[in-house]
């Protein structure tokens, strides 16, 4: 398996602009994470989803923030408009159902925001 | 609600053991976890320990868990250059999916 797959790998945006990362999670994985990584707060849980249904998003900054996952295999983070403050790497990771649960980390998202 | 610390950051020499030190709040944590992040690069799991069990051994890697201190720790015997990266400490309970990572600690390996 390839892992998990997030695109783009880096992404450089001017304030305003919509912002759309994507994650391909490992298949047969049945949890989806958001994560953000910044050098001043460290990693945040965003979001996870739950079967492809959003079970906790308390970690979404505002309403700027969304996120989607229309299927198994594919999950969209969006921000719209985009701030400099969104500067940060965004990851995504997945879970299959079990006991202990080890979580699959993508490469993450460079996004910088101008 | 829950929470996880660790120290920021550690410098050790090539050689020595580093110990990664770990505390969190949450006592119904069944699983707590070790990831390394290197730089430029996700997370990867490197071992984690069942709440049952007061430690576990691989290879380089000790594990030791004080489950009525809430502390955890990560030994690392004979530390590489290599090793130099970021170690999360992370916790997650019997009944939900949601995991609590700890704010890292950067290990820097001096030759």
């Known amino acids: 398996d390839a892992g998990v797959i997030q695109s783009p790998r880096h992404e450089v945006t001017e304030m305003g602009q919509e912002v759309t990362l994507r994650c391909k999670p490992i298949?047969?994985?049945?949890?989806l994470f958001w994560y953000r990584q910044t050098m001043m707060r460290g990693l945040e849980l965003l979001i996870y989803?739950?079967?492809?249904?959003?079970?906790?998003d308390s970690g979404m900054p505002e309403d700027r923030f969304s996120a989607k996952m229309p299927n198994a295999s594919f999950s969209t983070l969006k921000i719209q408009p985009s701030e400099p403050r969104d500067s940060a790497v965004y990851f995504c990771?997945?879970?299959?159902?079990?006991?202990?649960?080890?979580?699959?980390f993508g490469p993450g998202t460079r996004l910088t925001v101008l | 609600g829950e929470d996880v610390e660790q120290s920021l950051f550690l410098s050790v020499r090539e050689g020595d053991s580093s110990v990664i030190n770990c505390t969190y709040t949450?006592?119904?944590?069944?699983?707590l976890y070790w990831y390394k992040q290197e730089p430029g690069a996700g997370l990867q799991l490197l071992t984690y320990?069942?709440?049952?069990?007061d430690m576990k051994q691989d290879q380089r890697l000790t594990v030791l868990l004080n489950k009525k201190d809430k502390h955890l720790s990560l030994r690392i015997a004979d530390t590489q250059t290599g090793d130099s990266a970021i170690y999360f400490c992370?916790?997650?309970?019997?009944?939900?999916?949601?995991?609590?990572f700890g704010p890292g600690t950067r290990l820097s390996v001096l030759p």
């Open positions: 320990i069942f709440s049952n069990m």
């Open positions: 989803f739950n079967n492809n249904v959003p079970i906790d």
């Open positions: 298949s047969g994985h049945n949890s």
């Open positions: 990771a997945s879970a299959e159902g079990g006991s202990y649960n080890e979580q699959f």
């Open positions: 992370a916790e997650r309970d019997n009944y939900g999916q949601n995991f609590v």
């Open positions: 949450d006592s119904s944590s069944t699983y």
